[in-house]
């Protein structure tokens, strides 16, 4: 039997479920087991499932048990402390941490109190944002025994507001008592209640033993909604259990008390419910119960708190609510006169807000990729498959400026940014698809429905993650940046690790949609012709090997500076190659190079409109840190990472993870090791292979082709997400075919495409 069974819910943290495993599993004190409760209902697309097997998989001291994400938190919790073995058990929410030798100091304790049912130890609240807050539970240390004791004996217990993660619980005094927690929100409540009062030894441990996350979106005890009535279920529960127990009459005060603070807080906070209909519900509910479980003798408090109290018991609720205050009110009736002067104001300023007062159009949606540059990227795929799939719907595609629609297909309508008619159909589009934040002016009308895009798996470090980084300074108003996540309702995801980074760097409430990047779909549909076509347009020459050189952006400079010489890369390589220069779109029309350039043996692709069909061009690309190299392994054909600056770039810009020890292929880090990779065979042989099919499970395990549809069916058709097509498994999938000059070769092979240097 092991100590401590460790039980952690895991659905819907996929972006920080990864640390909370790992500050369990790298604890000092091994003797535990962790149990993670997961949905598995849909399958591999449940990222948080994917997450706990790779984790069991690699230590067998977790274990996997299931719970429906409709049973809340209290049957993930339930589910789990069924199938638990060890002697105690913890909770530990999926977000959450343990601090680093949590469990030696908890077991010590336990040791030092000759194991009591409960022990509660503290934790400290981090902001999402800022960072911790320090410890929490001070009350309950102040006073307390020394040893074991029982609730009687300690005048800050029971605490309805001690979490349940703050505690240690004998899994044979929760078995004997039938401990579990009750459904809905506020759980902890009554649990935290019911456990210390069966309890008859418990004790405290003065320590953190837990981080917990505060969510930008907000704690749910906060946060508007009908689910506060639930808080009123908790305190029923308690109250009617806790008078079954039968405590010390003291005893039964102080948890009437304490919970009817708590209800007297949320019926004097109106921004907790939404309705004026649920305030008035919820305050005469919570006068009957008030009434039915006010103990013999109960003492009401003094001052304001104790008028608030007489004011529940007689049910007052208009003499409570004129209670708020008088500035509350008077602003409250002067808010419309301002408001619909303001709208008068604006409406004279800017024909927008005339636009915000027609009704949503149900059937329109509005594309743009990289603030109006074209028909490009995710959007444009999306588009593709709306037209497809969903033709009764409407849409328009936004450009800079009039010149932009010489890139659109035929029978795509465009809207250029600024006009009349873009203020019209950001006004009223139910949709709106973008790979980067629509500008701040455009506002998130109620009803209409978001999708980001994203635009590239990240190397590099982005949105808040970038705080640290000199990087940083570059990236803007933070505050803009969060306004902007506030207005997604999806974000596109190519791959779990992609999801993981999302949400991380970018906190919001939108639904993760891991399907796979629409971009890429091309790469798993093109033809043998379509490549050759391609190639055609390009001015690459029949039978020559086409070296694609993508290489990124630096925040630390200014123009194009590539890191090698591409000239001298030129003639290296030899009249059987040709490279084609692919640089950052912020550096169109800056490639030089004339000369290597004139000699046809460098092609400047960087204006192409399709970065996709510059990668089914080429036949190996070598980049530096681009996430090009995410989109171009779907082709399963040789890549080699060029990182002449690495230890400056992941310096300046930060990185998520060691590119050069996870490479998807050959590495170079001079001009003249790249030459000596590309002279050996080294591009193109077995061992880059394996480096490759390991990069591509890892990132192209979402992207086969159907990327697309899966948005078109979620969002505009509204499918469920377990009913979308199923992922192609990596070794399933039909690519599109290679040049006849360099077939992609796979781990085992034999034969090296020869090199002339």
């Known amino acids: 039997m092991p100590r401590f069974t460790i039980i952690i819910p895991t659905h819907g943290v996929p972006g920080r479920l990864t640390d909370c495993l790992g500050s369990v599993l790298e604890q000092s004190f091994e003797d535990f087991e962790l149990i993670a409760v997961v949905d598995d209902s849909e399958g591999p697309a449940d990222l948080c499932s994917t997450i706990v097997a790779e984790h069991a998989e690699r230590d067998p001291r977790v274990r996997r048990t299931q719970s429906s994400p409709s049973d809340g938190l209290p049957g993930a919790r339930n589910a789990g402390a069924a199938v638990a073995n060890g002697q105690y058990v913890l909770f530990l929410d999926g977000d959450d941490m343990l601090v680093p030798r949590a469990l030696a100091a908890i077991d010590t304790r336990l040791a030092e109190t000759d194991d009591p049912d409960l022990l509660f130890f503290d934790h400290e609240r981090v902001h999402w944002f800022e960072g911790s807050q320090g410890p929490t539970l001070q009350r309950l240390w102040k006073g307390a025994p020394a040893g074991a004791f029982s609730a009687e004996q300690h005048a800050a217990l029971p605490d309805p507001m001690v979490p349940a993660f703050c505690g240690a619980y004998r899994r044979s005094f929760l078995a004997e008592h039938r401990l579990s927690f009750a459904p809905g929100m506020f759980t902890d409540t009554a649990w935290s209640v019911l456990c210390a009062l069966r309890a008859e030894r418990l004790a405290v441990l003065d320590q953190v033993c837990v981080r917990h996350l505060l969510r930008r979106q907000g704690a749910r005890n906060r946060v508007e909604g009908a689910h506060h009535l639930d808080l009123l279920d908790q305190f029923d529960l308690a109250m009617t259990e806790a008078a079954v127990i039968t405590p010390a009459p003291f005893v039964l005060a102080r948890i009437f008390g304490r919970f009817t603070h708590e209800v007297l807080t949320t019926a004097s906070t109106p921004s907790r419910l939404p309705s004026a209909i649920l305030r008035r519900r919820f305050f005469r509910r919570a006068s009957r119960l008030y009434r039915r479980h006010r103990p013999a003798g109960f003492t009401r408090p003094a001052g304001r708190l104790g008028a608030q109290h007489r004011l529940l018991a007689s049910g007052c609720y208009t003499i409570f609510c004129a209670g708020r205050g008088a500035k509350k009110k008077l602003t409250g009736l002067l808010a419309p006169t301002l408001q619909r002067a303001g709208r008068h104001w604006q409406r004279r300023r800017h024909p927008y807000r005339a636009f915000l007062r027609r009704p949503l159009d149900e059937r329109l949606a509005v594309f743009s990729a990289y603030g109006g540059s074209g028909y490009a990227c995710n959007p444009a795929a999306i588009h593709a498959a709306v037209q497809r799939l969903a033709p009764h719907i409407k849409t328009v595609f936004l450009v800079a400026d009039g010149n932009g629609s010489q890139h659109m297909p035929d029978g795509v309508e465009?809207?250029?940014?600024?006009?009349?008619?873009?203020?019209?159909?950001?006004?009223?589009?139910?949709?709106?698809?973008?790979?980067?934040?629509?500008?701040?002016?455009?506002?998130?009308?109620?009803?209409?429905?978001?999708?980001?895009?994203?635009?590239?798996?990240?190397?590099?470090?982005?949105?808040?993650?970038?705080?640290?980084?000199?990087?940083?300074?570059?990236?803007?108003?933070?505050?803009?940046?969060?306004?902007?996540?506030?207005?997604?309702?999806?974000?596109?995801?190519?791959?779990?690790?992609?999801?993981?980074?999302?949400?991380?760097?970018?906190?919001?409430?939108?639904?993760?949609?891991?399907?796979?990047?629409?971009?890429?779909?091309?790469?798993?549909?093109?033809?043998?012709?379509?490549?050759?076509?391609?190639?055609?347009?390009?001015?690459?020459?029949?039978?020559?090997?086409?070296?694609?050189?993508?290489?990124?952006?630096?925040?630390?400079?200014?123009?194009?500076?590539?890191?090698?010489?591409?000239?001298?890369?030129?003639?290296?390589?030899?009249?059987?190659?040709?490279?084609?220069?692919?640089?950052?779109?912020?550096?169109?029309?800056?490639?030089?190079?004339?000369?290597?350039?004139?000699?046809?043996?460098?092609?400047?692709?960087?204006?192409?409109?399709?970065?996709?069909?510059?990668?089914?061009?080429?036949?190996?690309?070598?980049?530096?840190?681009?996430?090009?190299?995410?989109?171009?392994?779907n082709l399963d054909r040789p890549i080699v990472v060029f990182a002449g600056d690495w230890d400056i770039y992941r310096a300046i810009r930060g990185v998520y993870f060691d590119l050069l020890a996870e490479p998807p292929g050959a590495v170079a880090r001079t001009q003249d090791e790249l030459a000596r990779i590309f002279r050996d065979g080294e591009w193109n042989g077995e061992h880059s292979g394996r480096l490759r099919a390991a990069f591509r499970e890892r990132f192209c395990h979402l992207d086969d082709g159907l990327a697309a549809e899966r948005v078109v069916r979620r969002v505009l058709l509204g499918e469920p997400a377990d009913q979308l097509p199923p992922v192609v498994p990596v070794s399933g999938r039909v690519l599109a075919t290679s040049s006849p000059r360099v077939p992609p070769q796979r781990p085992g092979a034999e034969d090296v495409p020869p090199c002339h240097i």
């Not at 701040?440 to 980084?469: N, S, W």
């Not at 596109?492 to 796979?516: C, D, F, I, K, Q």
């Not at 950052?584 to 996709?612: F, M, N």
């Open 414 to 633: 465009c809207v250029v940014i600024g006009s009349r008619r873009y203020w019209q159909v950001m006004a009223t589009a139910k949709y709106t698809f973008n790979n980067v934040d629509f500008e701040m002016a455009v506002k998130k009308r109620p009803g209409t429905i978001h999708v980001q895009t994203q635009h590239g798996t990240p190397l590099k470090r982005m949105g808040l993650d970038q705080v640290g980084f000199p990087a940083a300074a570059a990236a803007g108003s933070l505050g803009k940046l969060l306004e902007g996540v506030d207005r997604w309702d999806f974000s596109v995801s190519s791959n779990h690790y992609s999801t993981e980074v999302w949400e991380h760097a970018y906190p919001g409430a939108y639904e993760s949609l891991n399907v796979g990047y629409p971009r890429n779909d091309v790469f798993y549909s093109a033809t043998a012709d379509d490549v050759a076509t391609i190639r055609k347009r390009l001015g690459i020459p029949e039978g020559k090997t086409a070296v694609l050189y993508a290489p990124t952006h630096r925040d630390y400079r200014t123009g194009l500076t590539p890191q090698l010489n591409l000239p001298a890369l030129c003639d290296a390589l030899g009249e059987d190659f040709v490279v084609l220069l692919r640089a950052h779109h912020l550096y169109e029309g800056s490639a030089g190079h004339e000369q290597a350039l004139h000699s046809g043996k460098l092609i400047d692709v960087t204006e192409h409109r399709s970065p996709e069909e510059v990668c089914l061009a080429a036949d190996v690309l070598v980049t530096d840190y681009s996430s090009i190299m995410f989109d171009y392994a």
